[in-house]
């Protein structure tokens, strides 16, 4: 059964809002995943601002820990149009990532640009939030 975070995540477009996003991130219940292993996830979104993000900036899922992995996804962020929406996001996990635990982070960023925030109580580290944590073994 799919784990929900217990906290929302609210994205805005700019370093100034003029436009906001509620998100949720759902995980496996069990947050474990093993080398070369697929790991998958939805991250559900109800834009309740007026307009969607007009940049084509990019939705990056991060892993940190000892090491860091970063994975781009294939997300076009223009069309989280007003209301709800849910994407199936998969990243494919490379053989030689070192096992223990791994913070799991939301980035949307995009190059010679300010960075984007997400307006939420999760806890930020740089330009990127944590949003849950793996295992891998």
Known sequence: KPMRLPKDI???ASPRPCSTAQAALTLPALCRAWKASQLAFRLSVDNVGVAPLYDDAKLYIKLTGDNEYTFETDIDLTKWLPGKRDEEIA???????????????????????????????AKKVGNDFIVGEIEIR
Request: charged share 25%; net charge neutral.
């Open 10 to 12: 609210f994205m805005t």
């Open 91 to 121: 990243v494919k996990l490379p053989s030689d990532i070192k096992n223990g635990k791994y913070n799991i982070c939301l980035n949307i960023s995009k190059e010679d640009f300010p960075p984007f925030y997400f307006a939420t109580d």
